[in-house]
């Protein structure tokens, strides 16, 4: 069964609900189904409005549009801190439009290199692989998406915002990591997202560690559009 056709059931019922309440109602009591009156068609005609609004991508999903593409991106992460210099590493990534224009489909694929604590001044290398929704959830009013990879078990939530006059988007959410150096696991680790749209071809995500410092930068990822 199509989703508008499930939908329309839906909307349905919500009205027969709201006709059967006044057949119940019914000052008479003998059940019988009373039409309603135009003030009530009036009420029912606006539910309707407002549900097919909140159901249907608008004006915030279209902001979305410069992330689009097959990209080629670098990750550089900040392992010792955002005063040292940071790994390295390169792959690609395809976002495109899924379920009718309500949300951005992200997968990625990188090939990690970071320096091998088993061999000291050795580099190591590891395959990463990730995917994830963005989208504009219309009833909160505000930009949603999570990020699963292959890299953990857990799926990564956030929730922001879109800056009307510089067009930066600013997320928030929560990451766990296991066994941090000098602290051990840490549960509900808070950061801040910030995607820059820098042009057409090119847009920039950082991640910022809230609980190391405002502006304490844990990683970046740079997409440039390939030709």
């Known amino acids: ?10 909307a349905l019922l919500g009205i ?7 057949a119940v109602s019914n000052e008479g009591g003998d059940g019988k189904m ?5 003030e009530e068609m009036k009420k029912m005609q606006k539910m309707m ?25 670098v990750m550089r992460i900040w392992m010792y801190g955002p005063n040292m210099p940071p790994s390295e590493s ?15 489909l992200t997968e990625s694929e990188f090939l990690m290199e970071f320096p091998d604590p088993a061999n000291p001044g050795k580099i190591a290398k590891m395959k990463s692989s990730g995917m994830g929704l963005t989208g504009y959830d219309n009833f909160r009013n505000m930009y949603v998406g999570n990020w699963a990879s292959s890299m953990a078990t857990y799926i990564l939530d956030f929730k922001g915002t879109r800056n009307p006059a510089t067009g930066v988007f600013t997320y928030y959410g929560e ?8 602290i051990g696991n840490v549960i509900g680790r808070y950061n801040r997202y910030v995607i820059r749209v820098v042009n057409k071809d090119k847009h920039v995500l950082e991640c910022f560690d ?18």
């Not at 009373?34 to 135009?38: A, C, W």
């Not at 609004?53 to 991106?73: C, F």
């Open 90 to 104: 390169k792959g690609t990534s395809e976002s495109k439009w899924v379920l009718d224009g309500r949300f951005v």
């Open 175 to 182: 990451m766990d990591e296991p066994s941090v150096p000098g």
């Open 34 to 38: 009373v039409m309603p009156d135009s």
């Open 16 to 22: 027969v609900a709201m006709l059967t309440g006044r």
């Open 49 to 73: 409005q407002e549900m097919m609004v909140l159901r249907s991508p608008g004006d915030h999903h279209k902001h979305l549009e410069p992330i689009i593409g097959k990209w080629d991106a």
């Open 210 to 227: 809230l609980h190391a410092g405002e502006d304490y930068k844990a990683f970046e990822i740079e997409y440039t559009r390939r030709k």
């Open 1 to 10: 069964m199509k989703f508008k056709t499930i939908f329309g059931m839906v």
